[in-house]
């Protein structure tokens, strides 16, 4: 069983910059995508921004210039260097691994990190 662990998450004002970290745990069959995904209060969860095996990447249009997500393979880590933060970029932050194997795709979720931008 694949086990997602956040963390990096915390309080900062804005124009401020915070680095999260999903660490993945267990095996891994065939190739994965990684992401992050963020939930505002009384707001669906969105994607900020994805990351294939093969290194391309895609960003949420509020996030692009600002956001960079970036993956250790030897880790099995993904990142997400978040800089210029603004208050609206408060959310839960959730990262996400789907592996595709056999034909089948395997989602796993992590639990969450909260971050706050507030002066």
């Known amino acids: 069983q694949v086990q997602l662990v956040e963390s990096g998450g915390g309080l900062v004002q804005p124009g401020g910059s915070l680095r999260l970290s999903c660490a993945a745990s267990?095996?891994?069959?065939?190739?994965?995508?990684m992401g992050w995904y963020r939930q505002a209060p009384g707001k669906q969860r969105e994607l900020v921004a994805g990351i294939t095996s093969g290194d391309s990447t895609n960003y949420a249009d509020s996030v692009k210039g600002r956001f960079t997500i970036s993956r250790d393979n030897a880790k099995k880590t993904v990142y997400l260097q978040m800089n210029s933060l603004k208050p609206e970029d408060t959310a839960v932050y959730y990262c996400?691994?789907?592996?595709?194997?056999?034909?089948?795709?395997?989602?796993?979720w992590g639990q969450g990190t909260q971050v706050t931008v507030s002066s």
């Open positions: 267990g095996k891994i069959f065939g190739s994965y995508t």
């Open positions: 996400k691994l789907v592996s595709r194997w056999l034909g089948n795709d395997h989602v796993y």
